[in-house]
């Protein structure tokens, strides 16, 4: 295969890369936070450069282009319209989690998420002074992660106003068909609830055939039920510029979360406008690259992993994470093991179920193989003799 792009080594140490620092002293492999080792598109680089050529950095303010390639991009890919005023620009994702539970039902009441799930899932809703209704996810005869509706279901009591959900979903992988979407607004319509829908990961299905859509775009309904959570920041890698959006097509609920916010959450700052924007204007080319390359390095894991006794890996449809059940293993302390072999997973217990470990793939297929090696390795010697 000819080398590409996204097989550059590209030395991320000293940066105050969040991935990197934390094994800064080390050899071990980072692969647990969620941004890549690939270098941003080349357009937003170019921006980027430009917007600091000008040299005045002030308070800065939406670029009109920037709403009106997101109306437009959710109307081509979609089909789902919205206006730039549903529009509320964020500085990061897990703050409009946050901002969601403090925005819907009170003091003491619940929100519900289907764990398990990305952690900030399971802590905003305690930092918030809601309490938390998990419901396990179960695994469908295609092996998918998929909403258990029953037990969702049984599990909203009179105090629970919010669902927390993660569509494609991390860590499983799972990106949810329109059916599946379809019954899962039925329950939050029946049940008068809101949902805060986080598709960050949207950009980043893997899987030939499948597209994605947002639950707020099956009708008018469940769209004013719900806040959309959406981001360049994953798909380009920008997350260390902070651009997100939420999309609250119902004027009173985005008045609420607008009043929570104001006067806490900071503005985008101006270089997370110009990176996003690029990104959106001129990056598609280069993620369908990325896509291809995140593919063969899925379809590599996938088979490496299920080979290397005791571990398990299922299909993954979007997201470059892969979220391995480790359990047949039987290691007493998963993460600890995994960092002695020179890996450096992120431990399931934090999302809420320690049989797995999550392994980020998004990285130079050099790097990929390396870590696997170890792993293999690591676990090969662990078995009896
Ligand atoms: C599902 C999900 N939501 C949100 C985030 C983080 O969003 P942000 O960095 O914009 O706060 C992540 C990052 O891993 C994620 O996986």
Redesign the pocket.
Known sequence: MNATRFDQLIDRRATSSEKWEKYADSEILPMW??DTDFMAPQPVIDALHQRIDHGVFGYTCTPPELNRLVIERMQALYDWHIEANDLVWLP????G?NLACRTVGESGSAVITPAPV?P?FMSAPRLSDRSLIKVPLKRGEDRRTLIDLDALEAAITPEAKLLLF?NPH?PGGTLYRREELQALAEIIIRHDLIICS?E??CDLILEPGLTHTPIASLGDAIAARTIT?M?P??TYNI?GL?C?FAVIQNPELRQRFQRVRKGIVPDVNLLGYTAALAAYRDGDEWNRAQLNYLRTNRDYLVEAINAIPGLKLDPIEATYLAWIDVSAACLDNPPHFFEQAGVGLSPGRDFSDDRFMRLNFGCPRARLEQAVDRIRRALLNELPA
């Open positions: 936070v969620a990061g994702l897990v703050c989690l990305y900030p993660c991390n986080d960050i990961h959570l981001a920041s994953k997350a902070g997100s």
